[in-house]
């Protein structure tokens, strides 16, 4: 493996690492009053979004099924926080 693999590899391992302390910032920034509404909202459909078996591309894709979810999530995580 090139050092381009490894230091994907150990970019992966570290954002999984983080994981938990993701999901602890998401969840206080919810229950905060200070959140504004609209965005609480927005978090809600993103995941409402990833429930829902209907997608813009369809997830028997290949790849691209996964990466229209990764996606959405990303950009709603990135306006959220």
């Known amino acids: ?9 150990a970019r992966l391992a570290r954002l999984i690492w983080n994981l938990p ?6 969840w ?3 229950r905060d ?4 509404l609209p965005l609480k909202g927005l978090l809600g459909a993103a995941l409402l979004y ?3 078996p209907i997608d813009l591309i369809p997830d ?4 691209l099924g996964q ?5 959405v999530m990303m950009l709603v ?3 959220f926080i």
């Open 1 to 9: 493996m090139n050092s381009s693999g490894r230091w994907r590899h």
């Open 21 to 26: 302390t993701y999901a602890r910032v998401i």
């Open 28 to 30: 206080g920034m919810l």
């Open 33 to 36: 009053p200070r959140t504004p």
């Open 50 to 52: 990833l429930a829902v």
């Open 60 to 63: 028997v894709i290949p790849t």
């Open 67 to 71: 990466a229209d979810d990764l996606t």
């Open 77 to 79: 995580l990135d306006l």
